[in-house]
Antibody, heavy 119, light 110 residues
Framework: EEHLVASGGGLVKPGGSLRLSCTGS????????MHWVRQAPGKGLEWVSC????????YYGDSLTGRITISRDNRKNALYLQINSLRDEDAAMYYCVRGTGRDGYPEYWGQGTQVTVSS | QSVLTQPPSASGTPGQTVTISCSGG????????VNWYQQVPGTAPKLLIDSNDKRPSGVPDRFSGSKSGTSASLAISGLQSEDEADYYC???????????FGTGTHVTVL
């Protein structure tokens, strides 16, 4: 059975940094594009970033460009998101999402990790 | 980053059909297939419809999707109480390799 477990969230001060992690199991991790999607409290879904199966291609959404880096380690079945210069508006649930094997769009969602930004 | 437009809410009584629209543009829906996601409050989203009209395994056939031009629709027929949730459309933005979501529609079962 496939699983995605995200971790690394927590309380961080404005201007601080976080590294989110996600571990996949039950599927061939290195065969899929992986995404990060976030959802602020009471708000809709916002696509954050994705990385190709090999890790060679990375794409970022507008709202976090310049402050985030997505990476992966297929030997560890792991996905990462480094977020720097955190702002109040970055507070959200961050979901790790597996892309389909063919077109890469978000398919299977993990439970997410909560990021809170407060002084 | 473009955003796809959905009505904020929709409602119906049990057994009725509810339809949700998703409006985009030439570079997103106009060029790419549309997916739909269901999010029951307090849980992670789940893929409901992919590639405009395909139901992943386990999704009841009460859910159906369609696309025409730069718009797409999700229909829920035979509405049931467990269908009360938030629904989002999504597709690739062909200009930037971004993925964009709709603004979301909350469905209430009266």
């Amino acid at each position: 059975e496939e699983h995605l477990v995200a971790s690394g969230g927590g309380l961080v001060k404005p201007g601080g940094s976080l590294r989110l992690s996600c571990t996949g199991s039950g599927f061939i991790f290195g065969g899929h594009t992986m995404h990060w999607v976030r959802q602020a409290p009471g708000k809709g879904l916002e696509w954050v970033s994705c990385i190709s199966d090999s890790g060679n291609y990375k794409y970022y959404g507008d709202s976090l460009t310049g402050r985030i880096t997505i990476s992966r380690d297929n030997r560890k079945n792991a996905l990462y998101l480094q977020i720097n210069s955190l702002r109040d508006e970055d507070a959200a649930m961050y979901y790790c999402v597996r892309g389909t094997g063919r077109d890469g769009y978000p398919e299977y969602w993990g439970q997410g990790t909560q990021v809170t930004v407060s002084s | 980053q473009s955003v796809l437009t959905q009505p904020p809410s929709a409602s119906g009584t049990p057994g009725q059909t509810v339809t949700i629209s998703c409006s985009g543009g030439n570079f997103d829906i106009g060029r790419n297939s549309v997916n739909w996601y269901q999010q029951v409050p307090g849980t992670a989203p789940k893929l409901l419809i992919d590639s405009n009209d395909k139901r992943p395994s386990g999704v009841p056939d009460r859910f159906s999707g369609s696309k025409s031009g730069t718009s797409a629709s999700l229909a829920i027929s035979g509405l049931q109480s467990e269908d009360e949730a938030d629904y989002y459309c999504g597709t690739w933005d062909g200009r930037r390799n971004d993925y964009v979501f709709g603004t979301g529609t909350h469905v209430t079962v009266l």
